[in-house]
C-alpha cells in the first residue's frame, strides 16, 4: 500500500489537478490524507483522510499526517510519500519506488537550483513507515547549512535532512530535468518524473529572487538616487516583479488544467 500525505491551503484548484495525474500514474493501492486549511468547500471524495485544523507550519502538518498514516498502515514496509499540494507525477512513479527504495532508505526533490538547497523536499519525498518511524521523521527547519552564497539557511526539511546525516543514510536525490526554464526555481520537472508549481499556494517569489533582485536594484541606484528614495524604489520594483511572476504562474495552470503533456515544454 502506498500512503500519500499532501497540504492544500485557501483554495481547492489543485486538487482535482493532482488526483487526476496520481490516478494515471500509480497502478498499486493508494491512499490520500490531506490537510485542507481554509479549502472552501474542499471536495471529500479521493481523500482516505482529511484534516482542516488552523496549524500554520507546513512542516507541523507533514509531521502529524505522517503520525495519523503510521498508525492507519501498521506495514513496516508500506510506501510513505509526501507531496506539495500543487505537485504530481507526470510519468509512471513505481518504478523509481521498486529501483531505489531498494537501494535507498529515502529518496526526494533537492533543489540544488534554490541557491544550492541540500535539504530533502516535501514536493516530493518517498520512504518507507518502517524507516520513518525508526529516525521519527522530522520535516521542521531548525539544522543549517551554507547555500552557494556562503550564507547560513535553513528551510523546511532541514532537520530531516539532519536525521539521514545522523543515521549516515544515503539518500537519493531527484534534481531538475528541465531542458527549458520559464523560471530558474518555479515549474520544475524532476528526474523527468515529478512536476512541482512551487507557487501554487503562494506568491510567485523566491529566495532566489529577492536576493536576484536585490543586487541587480542596487546595480541600478547605486550612487544615483538618494538614499531616503531607495526603500520605496525597491518595494516597487519588487511589487512589479513579483506581479509578474504571479502572471506567469497562472498562464502556466492554464496549460496545465488544458493539456495533460504540459510538462513536455519543459522537458
Not at 14 to 43: C, D, M, T
Not at 164 to 178: A, G, I, S
Not at 221 to 233: E, N, Q
Request: aromatic share 12%.
Amino acid at each position: 500500500m502506498i500512503h500519500i500525505a499532501t497540504v492544500h491551503w485557501q483554495t481547492d484548484k489543485w486538487i482535482g489537478v493532482q488526483q487526476s495525474y496520481l490516478r494515471k500514474h500509480i497502478q498499486s493501492p493508494y491512499r490520500i490524507y490531506a490537510w485542507l486549511n481554509e479549502v472552501p468547500a474542499a471536495p471529500m471524495e479521493g481523500f482516505h483522510y482529511t484534516c482542516s485544523e488552523p496549524v500554520i507550519s507546513h512542516a507541523v502538518k507533514l509531521n502529524l499526517l505522517a503520525d495519523i498514516i503510521c498508525l492507519s498502515s501498521g506495514r513496516d514496509e508500506d510506501i510513505l510519500i509526501f507531496l506539495d499540494g500543487d505537485a504530481f507525477p507526470v510519468a509512471n512513479v513505481e518504478p523509481l519506488l521498486s529501483e531505489k527504495l531498494a537501494t535507498h532508505k529515502l529518496i526526494a526533490v533537492q533543489r540544488l537550483e534554490n541557491k544550492g538547497d541540500l535539504q530533502p523536499h516535501p514536493c516530493f519525498c518517498a520512504t518507507t513507515i518502517g524507516f520513518w518511524r525508526k529516525i521519527k521523521g522530522d520535516w521542521k527547519a531548525g539544522y543549517t547549512w551554507k547555500n552557494k552564497d556562503g550564507e547560513v539557511v535553513t528551510d523546511v526539511g532541514g532537520n530531516l535532512l539532519n536525521q539521514l546525516k545522523e543515521y549516515h543514510v544515503e539518500w537519493h536525490p531527484l534534481l531538475r530535468t528541465n531542458k527549458r526554464n520559464l523560471h530558474p526555481v518555479l515549474f520544475g520537472v524532476y528526474a523527468d518524473l515529478i512536476y512541482h508549481h512551487a507557487a501554487g499556494f503562494r506568491q510567485a517569489v523566491t529566495r532566489l529572487d529577492k536576493s536576484g533582485i536585490k543586487r541587480r536594484l542596487l546595480k541600478r541606484i547605486s550612487g544615483a538616487v538618494p538614499r531616503p528614495f531607495r526603500k520605496r524604489l525597491n518595494q516597487i520594483f519588487f511589487e512589479k516583479f513579483i506581479a509578474e511572476n504571479n502572471l506567469l504562474s497562472e498562464r502556466v495552470f492554464g496549460m496545465i488544467q488544458h493539456d495533460t503533456l504540459f510538462y513536455k515544454e519543459f522537458i
